[in-house]
């Protein structure tokens, strides 16, 4: 018997979910009438020259999870990621996590991992702006930047990297419909930028990249996401009619994120039904619609932790009424 005395390879795993990047277009100038989702993350990771060297040695192992536009990303994919994202990273010779993600809605599910995935070894989501067969595709480069990300020893935690720049989880957010540089982390400022296959962390950015596990997180892998508690989203906005509130409650709703005006200003059209909302049992958390800032001061309704946008604080009070 041959012993073989070797240090055992690392391994980086990469999930494939869909989105534009895994999309397909009826022309290389179509970047709009494209269709999401159509191509394997084997298919993504054969695509991009240099992998290899961003690997750093490092083994790849990847898997389809889904193959979505994740404008209609669910719950019981969440789950599924977040019980593959638990599996790989308790394996000792596991690095980190990449994971391929259509844009629409990549804020909520880098906020959903953040919350529930209890590790501190780096999950990274990429994603891309423009379909795998335009004439210049992004996804390509942000892929080969988020294999470098997730190899680099100063990362961990849940991020985000699109268009050279690195975001947390909990300040990413979705800015531009179009451009390739479709995200912003707001007044934080991103973590770090990606420059020549390398990870230039911001020196300033005394923020840690770590973890806000939830206090429910064990919850959101074992219950099943079709009893996931329904968390509703609800803007504050002028001609409000209680009607809305009402028609909520009455369909089922557990909880309800208000997405209120300037400080967290609540129209005075819905504040008597929320009050009977809550009165029933409806869990109500406040966000402001401002896409900057949080809300100071006292308010009319418990505000949301974190100063979150109202989609992730619509995750984190989902969470909050799991049981
Ligand atoms: N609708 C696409 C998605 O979110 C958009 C994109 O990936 O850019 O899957």
């Given at each position: ?163 050279g720049r690195i975001h ?43 973890h806000a596990l939830h ?109």
């Amino acid at each position: 018997m041959q012993v073989v005395a070797s240090k055992k390879i690392q391994k980086v795993v990469v999930l494939g979910t869909g989105g534009t990047i895994a999309g397909t277009g009826s022309s290389v100038s179509d970047h709009t009438g494209y269709t999401a989702g159509q191509l394997s993350v084997q298919h993504l990771l054969d695509a991009v020259p240099g992998l290899q060297d961003s690997l750093q040695g490092h083994d790849l192992v990847c898997e389809q999870l889904a193959q979505l536009d994740s404008k209609d990303m669910d719950h019981a994919t969440w789950q599924v990621l977040a019980q593959r994202c638990t599996h790989w990273l308790e394996q000792a010779d596991v690095v980190g996590i990449v994971i391929t993600h259509g844009t629409d809605t990549l804020e909520e599910t880098a906020w959903f991992l953040q919350q529930v995935v209890d590790t501190h070894k780096p999950v990274v989501l990429t994603c891309a702006m423009r379909p795998a067969t335009a004439l210049a595709p992004d996804g390509p480069q942000n892929l080969l930047d988020a294999l470098t990300l997730v190899c680099d020893p100063q990362a961990q935690a849940v991020m985000v990297v699109c268009a050279g720049r690195i975001h947390s989880a909990r300040d990413v957010q979705k800015v531009h419909p179009y451009r390739l540089d479709a995200f912003s982390s707001g007044e934080a400022g991103p973590l770090g930028f990606m420059e020549q296959g390398r990870v230039r962390w911001c020196a300033s950015n005394a923020r840690p990249m770590g973890h806000a596990l939830h206090a429910q997180a064990r919850l959101a892998l074992v219950v099943p996401a079709a009893d996931w508690p329904w968390v509703a989203v609800l803007h504050s906005h002028a001609g409000a009619d209680a009607r809305q509130v009402k028609a909520l409650v009455a369909a089922g709703v557990k909880g309800l994120v208000v997405a209120g005006t300037g400080n967290g200003t609540v129209h005075h059209a819905f504040l008597t039904s929320l009050g009977q909302a809550q009165a029933q049992g409806v869990a109500l958390r406040l966000v402001s619609r401002c896409t900057e800032g949080q809300i100071v001061g006292q308010t009319e309704l418990q505000p949301s932790t974190l100063g979150l946008n109202a989609f992730k604080a619509r995750v984190s009070l989902m969470l909050d009424l799991l049981e």
